[in-house]
């Protein structure tokens, strides 16, 4: 299924150049191993507040990926987490970021390509 792309209306960022900034704060949250954890939840935040002017659009989906792979990480997280104690945590935690990084850059790959990210593997 192809979309339509929305026309730019020349006020402020794009829809698409939003959402690559979007995919870069999240990059930088994970490449910066949580220090700069606050470029996350910028991304989240910025996700959360424009996914409606996305509605309809190619964008849409991506400000849902973007959300969703967020919330699984973080539940992903705190279940390696509470693994370490008993000495699992550790591969979990590995299979939780290989995850995280798989997802943000298949979505970012497909917002590069004018689709929509999808769930097949």
Same mark, same amino acid.
């Given at each position: 299924?192809?979309?339509?792309?929305?026309?730019?209306?020349?006020?402020?960022?794009?829809?698409?150049?939003?959402?690559?900034?979007?995919?870069? =704060?999240? #990059?930088?949250?994970?490449?910066?191993?949580?220090?700069?954890?606050?470029?996350? @939840? %910028?991304?989240?935040? $910025?996700? *959360?507040?424009?996914?409606?002017?996305?509605?309809?659009?190619l964008y849409a989906s991506?400000?849902?990926?973007?959300?969703?792979?967020?919330?699984w990480s973080v539940l992903?997280?705190? =279940?390696? #987490?509470?693994?370490?104690?008993?000495?699992?945590?550790?591969?979990?935690?590995? @299979? %939780?970021?290989?995850? $995280?990084? *798989?997802?943000?850059?298949?979505?970012?790959?497909?917002?590069?390509?004018?689709?929509?990210?999808?769930?097949?593997?």
């Open positions: 299924m192809t979309e339509v792309l929305p026309p730019d209306d020349n006020r402020g960022l794009s829809m698409r150049n939003l959402t690559h900034v979007m995919y870069g =704060l999240f #990059a930088i949250g994970i490449i910066s191993a949580g220090f700069l954890g606050v470029a996350t @939840i %910028a991304a989240i935040v $910025l996700a *959360y507040l424009k996914r409606g002017d996305a509605v309809g659009t991506h400000f849902d990926w973007v959300i969703r792979t967020f919330w992903w997280f705190l =279940l390696s #987490a509470l693994a370490t104690f008993i000495f699992l945590g550790w591969i979990t935690g590995i @299979i %939780a970021l290989v995850w $995280l990084i *798989y997802r943000i850059a298949r979505g970012w790959l497909a917002l590069f390509s004018g689709q929509a990210p999808s769930n097949e593997f």
